[in-house]
Nanobody, 123 residues
Framework: QVQLVESGGGLVQAGGSLRLSCAAS????????MGWFRQAPGKEREFVTG????????YYADSVKGRFTISRDNAKNTVYLQMNSLKPEDTAIYYC????????????????WGQGIQVTVSS
């Protein structure tokens, strides 16, 4: 069974940093584009960032460019999200997702999802 398990969330002050990890199992990790999405209460789930199979291409939502960095370690079947200069508006549940093929920006095409992890940024 495929599992994506997020870790590293929590509460941080504005301006601080967190690093999320997503450990994958049950799939050929390097065959999947990996993405991070987030969802705040009352809001639609939105694309945050994504990374191609070997890490050669990365994509970021405008709201996080220059602050967040996605990376992956295929030997460890893990994708990371380094979040710096955090703002209260970054508060959300963050989801890791795996995409076999298709448009990375949209939630509908992703094949597998993690359970989500809370990130809370206080002012």
């Amino acid at each position: 069974q495929v599992q994506l398990v997020e870790s590293g969330g929590g509460l941080v002050q504005a301006g601080g940093s967190l690093r999320l990890s997503c450990a994958a199992s049950g799939l050929s990790f390097s065959s999947y584009f990996m993405g991070w999405f987030r969802q705040a209460p009352g809001k639609e789930r939105e694309f945050v960032t994504g990374i191609s199979w070997s890490g050669g291409s990365t994509y970021y939502a405008d709201s996080v460019k220059g602050r967040f960095t996605i990376s992956r370690d295929n030997a460890k079947n893990t994708v990371y999200l380094q979040m710096n200069s955090l703002k209260p508006e970054d508060t959300a549940i963050y989801y890791c997702a795996a995409l076999k093929g298709g448009a990375y920006y949209y939630t509908q095409g992703y094949d597998y999802w993690g359970q989500g992890i809370q990130v809370t940024v206080s002012s």
